[in-house]
């Protein structure tokens, strides 16, 4: 697509209950980055994904947050028994390589998430 | 621990004023800083890039400074216009895909 789509654009749940966010990258980017931006924070990465694979991990926050990435392309981020800390926006961004820092990060509108 | 600071407070200025932006790291040693901008409920959208052995980078109203000896980069932005008013980002990499963000300046440009 022209450019990184997320959804939903807003998600209001119960403390519990699992979400699934996704995110559909610029077409022919191979990297995907996922970061989480809550108010008066900066941006906390999350993961990365180079194709389908995810090299580093190490950003999610607990075993209740996974990833996955299918066909090079759409990413689902998925959190399990939702906590209240959970709540923020969720940004989801695309670059045409990855492993390089001079990548230009493209990013969606973002989903926010707020749990009750 | 590596660390970004950027001004935390909002950053007001009058129109046609050259806003500047300061963005500071600790324990850190980037190959590449970016600047973004980003607007109310929109993801950061880029602006410029800088590598750790240029200087300086200009595009239209922007420039970035980057100095390795002080750690810190400036963002300036010349001729400011009320249609500038946003939250202003800087990202470090030391050249892999992780990128560190700072929190980010607002700045409000006053009509």
């Known amino acids: 697509g022209a450019g990184v789509s997320q959804s939903p654009s807003n998600k209001v749940t119960e403390k519990g209950k699992d979400v699934e966010l996704r995110c559909d990258p610029i077409?022919?980017?191979?990297?995907l980055y996922w970061y989480r931006q809550s108010l008066g924070q900066g941006l906390e990465f999350l993961i990365y994904?180079?194709?389908?694979?995810?090299?580093?991990k190490s950003g999610l926050p607990s075993d209740r947050f996974s990833a996955e990435r299918t066909g090079g392309s759409v990413s689902t981020l998925t959190i399990q028994r939702t906590q209240q800390e959970d709540s923020a926006v969720y940004l989801c961004a695309s670059s045409l390589e990855g492993g390089n820092g001079a990548n230009v990060l493209t990013f969606g509108a973002g989903s926010r998430l707020t749990v009750l | 621990s590596q660390k970004i600071e950027q001004n935390s407070e909002a950053l007001n200025i009058q129109e046609g004023k050259t806003a500047t932006l300061t963005c500071n790291y600790t324990n850190y040693s980037p190959a590449y800083l970016q600047w973004y901008r980003q607007d109310p409920g929109r993801g950061p959208v880029f602006l410029l890039l800088?590598?750790?052995?240029?200087k300086e980078k200009r595009k239209e109203r922007l420039k970035v400074t980057f100095d390795t000896t002080l750690k810190q980069s400036l963002f300036h932005i010349t001729a400011s216009q009320p249609a500038d008013s946003a939250t202003y980002l800087c990202a470090l990499t030391s050249g892999t895909y992780k990128y560190i963000f700072g929190t980010g300046t607002r700045l409000k440009v006053l009509a």
């Open positions: 800088i590598r750790e052995n240029e």
């Open positions: 994904f180079q194709g389908n694979s995810a090299p580093d």
């Open positions: 077409s022919g980017h191979t990297a």
